[in-house]
């Protein structure tokens, strides 16, 4: 296997890399992704397996060599961390390779949910069946189960799944419900017990007592040819309470305005939905693994309405 990903965090060390060494496996690490790096190991290393984030993904899929590298080696391509398009997905089956989706966190150690390598992969989007020693369970604000369809909290129980936040007794208990790890994801179960994220509880924005999940306008805002990437979070309203807003990266050379994207938005999603400001910048903040940090975007819009200065 290939692995890119830091060892600092559970998706890196975890996921593949600890697995394949215990089965023997030939584990080529680099010690950090670079897209040009990664599709020449494709090549020279021939892995069978890699683990990507959905960003690395999306710089990987960029890269001019992409459409022309041998990626005859590669079983399939692993990732998670957050919600992963379906147009990014296509970019990866389009090459003839299989993407599986991987859900689970540090508390789960990591794996709870996941999809499998000849396995049903048509439902596209979906993170897939419980793992092995692995249940879950979509819950309501009270702890209730809900039944399918019905969008709720995601919980896990289970032997992987950690005991105690140290030092912090007031985390854990929030965290752990009779031995059920609540996620903080919201997401859903279908009739066939497959598994699905709609975004993180704390993204949800209630704007004038309607739901709005920014992974959903995140989602068709991405779609957009002139979009590179883009981040949706709330905004206080005194009328609604909350409003979304949503921060843009413009591919190289676009100049899409404002009023085309919300044209655009408002074409697949209803007009509650629209975000009522679009901030166009030239990157989001993101952590070392490539996740976006929403809270700093919060305060970002809250300082300056123009952070592209």
Known sequence: MLSVLPFFHVGGLNIQTTPALQHGATVTIHSRFAAGATLTAFERDRPTLTALVPTAIQTLTDHDAWWTADLYSLKAVSTGSTIV??????????????????????????????????????????????????????????????????????????????????????????????????TGDIGYRDASGHYWVRDRKKNLIISGGENIYPAEVERVLGEHPDVKECAVVSRHDSHWGEVPVAYVVRRVGARIEAEALAAHVQSQVARFKVPREFIFTRELPRTALGKIQYSILKELQARSPNPEN
Request: with cysteine; hydrophobic share 35%; aromatic share 8%.
């Open 85 to 182: 398009s379906q147009a990014l997905i296509e970019r990866v089956t389009a090459r003839g390779v299989p993407v599986l989706q991987v859900y689970g966190s540090t508390e789960t150690c990591p794996i709870a949910i996941y999809t499998r390598l000849g396995g049903d992969l048509s439902r596209c989007g979906s993170i897939g069946l419980p793992g092995l020693c692995c249940e879950a369970m979509i819950i309501d604000d009270a702890g209730k189960e809900l039944p399918a369809g019905a969008p709720g909290e995601i919980a896990v129980p289970g032997p992987n799944v950690f005991c105690e936040y140290w030092g912090d007794h007031q985390a854990t208990r929030e965290a752990l419900c009779d031995g059920w790890y609540r």
